[in-house]
């Protein structure tokens, strides 16, 4: 063809190979957007807390990015657990009990896609994946979980409250003996929980660390309960509707790091003046003055005070 006719053709190939072009080139870019997971426990904690400078109430890209950060760290975790297993010489499990673990991480993998599309997204983990969680945690109804020693040995438990496999870890607490990371999350908009009665299940748990995030408005308060975990090292309380601490987050004598942005709260004292190791206080998007954060800061001359 020639002509004008031709010409407009010409154009619309152009937009058309354009088109073509953009949507090839989109998952390239939005891979080279999204930095990959680092695959150090320590690196992980390090953008975590400087996730925390810059989250906002409407940002679900860091939100699915604090979420997909704490599975990786479950998955080092879990890694690090089977080469220290193998190092020992205990036996591999069989075949269908990795079938279970490689179920779990492509659930994993799909809550992580679905949080970042963020409100709305579909996310169907399907009768077979629920079924497969089911059978890996509840060894007195599935007799094909043999490896009983992995209550004895995990040490990291995580728990989307949003999920429907979280009353099922909920209901298994007490058979775990050694977990020393709990982590407790509402999911991406966040959902009822019951803290008291997840903290009662817990207490015979050796924890060093315990996370409990984006519960939204679901979260009003922490119960003194949480006195009974005395090993804390990291108490990391963000993105709830907490208005004060209990008195008994000051008998936690060894902790070093506690976080407690984005809640409601108005004051720390005198709670926090008793805990003389603590290094790091996060007050980002709270309500506490800068008044009493410069009390904070002249009775607690080693510890650093995040606000922004």
């Given at each position: 063809m ?12 152009a ?11 989109l ?43 704490m599975?990786?760290?479950?998955k ?15 036996e ?6 990795d ?62 409250l ?17 977990i020393?990371?709990l982590?407790?999350?509402?999911g ?5 929980v ?38 804390l ?7 709830n ?10 008998s ?8 407690l ?6 004051t ?30 002249k009775?607690?001359p ?7």
């Amino acid at each position: 063809m020639s002509g004008k006719y031709g010409h407009r053709l010409s154009a619309q190939r152009a937009r058309r190979l354009l088109a073509v072009l953009t949507f090839l080139l989109l998952p390239l870019l939005a891979v080279a957007a999204e930095p990959p997971l680092p695959t150090d426990p320590l690196a992980i904690r390090n953008e975590l807390r400087a996730l925390r400078k810059k989250t906002a109430d409407n940002d679900k890209r860091v939100r699915a990015r604090i979420d997909a950060l704490m599975m990786q760290l479950q998955k080092l975790q879990a890694q690090r657990d089977a080469a220290e297993s193998r190092a020992r010489g205990e036996e591999r499990p069989d075949s269908e009990e990795d079938q279970a673990v490689m179920t779990r991480e492509a659930m994993w993998e799909t809550v992580g896609e679905a949080a970042a599309k963020g409100k709305g997204a579909k996310l169907d983990l399907a009768g077979p994946v629920r079924t497969r969680v089911t059978e890996e945690y509840e060894e007195d109804r599935d007799k094909s979980v043999r490896n009983s020693a992995y209550y004895q040995e995990a040490k990291v438990l995580f728990i989307d409250l949003s999920r429907d496999e979280a009353q099922t870890l909920i209901d298994l607490l007490d058979k775990f003996t050694g977990i020393t990371t709990l982590i407790l999350t509402g999911g991406v908009n966040g959902t009822p929980v019951n803290l008291p009665l997840i903290l009662d299940r817990a207490k015979h748990l050796p924890l060093t660390e315990l996370y409990i995030f984006n519960f939204r408005g679901f979260l009003t308060s922490i119960p003194e309960s949480i006195g009974a975990f005395e090993g804390l090292t990291m108490l990391s309380i963000f993105n709830n509707s907490i208005g004060k601490l209990p008195a008994a987050v000051g008998s936690l004598k060894q902790l070093q790091s506690l976080q407690l942005d984005m809640n409601p709260i108005a004051t720390l004292l005198p709670t926090v003046t008793e805990l003389l190791f603590l290094e790091e206080l996060g007050v980002i998007k709270t309500g506490i003055s800068a008044t009493e954060l410069r009390q904070i800061a002249k009775l607690l001359p080693n510890c650093r005070i995040v606000t922004e």
